[in-house]
T-cell receptor, first 116, second 108 residues
């Protein structure tokens, strides 16, 4: 049973380009969470999705960032017109359920985005 | 708004010592608390999950306790080893707010 998969593991973009980060949850998990970790800082929640629905995007910047989790395929975190401040590690986590004491999240290895 | 604090920010101990990492949170209405380990440049590995109705969980040399009423959790590591060196993060759910972590170094 493969864990949470993220790709690419490393992504380099120039300012103004688009970055697309992909996350495949663990088998049987229908809840996906995205987090951002800036250098020397803790993890910050960005967005929580279920299949075809955004449940909580309170941590997502209002502009340039979007996320989706289609019925088929991985979840995508999209950053348009990247700026140097977007350079960070982006982690995806998945869980089988949500809103319960059994909600254990499992993390992917992360995508390290570098904006030149 | 939930605030999660971890103390100390960094800890260095000689091999073999028992140690305690602390996590405190401001809102006791949580579903669970999860402890993670993060190695440099790597993702997070789940260590222990304590449900809100539980007081503690154990896995090998690790023991995590939860006191919801006081808003505290501790992670106890017995007989520390150099391989335990990593950053340890706690997160509370409902909304998975993370502490900033404790960076642990175990010296041989």
């Amino acid at each position: 049973n493969a864990g949470v998969m993220q790709n690419p593991r490393h992504l380099v973009r120039r300012r103004g380009q688009e970055a697309r980060l992909r996350c495949s949850p663990m088998k049987g998990h229908s809840h996906v969470y995205w987090y951002r970790q800036l250098p020397e800082e803790g993890l910050k929640f960005m967005v929580y999705l279920q299949k075809e629905n955004i449940i909580d995007e309170s941590g997502m910047p209002k502009e340039r960032f979007s996320a989706e989790f289609p019925k088929e395929g991985p979840s995508i975190l999209r950053i348009q017109q990247v700026v140097r401040g977007d350079s960070a590690a982006y982690f995806c986590a998945s869980s089988r359920e949500s809103g319960s004491p059994n909600n254990e999240q499992f993390f992917g290895p992360g995508t390290r985005l570098t904006v030149l | 708004k939930q605030e999660v604090t971890q103390i100390p920010a960094a800890l260095s101990v000689p091999e073999g010592e028992n140690l305690v990492l602390n996590c405190s949170f401001t809102d006791s209405a949580i579903y669970n608390l999860q402890w993670f380990r993060q190695d440099p440049g790597k993702g997070l590995t789940s260590l222990l999950l304590i449900q809100s109705s539980q007081r503690e969980q154990t896995s090998g040399r690790l023991n995590a306790s939860l006191d919801k009423s006081s808003g505290r959790s501790t992670l106890y590591i017995a007989a520390s080893q150099p391989g335990d060196s990593a950053t340890y993060l706690c997160a509370v759910s409902n909304d998975m707010r993370f502490g900033a972590g404790t960076r642990l170094t175990v010296k041989p």
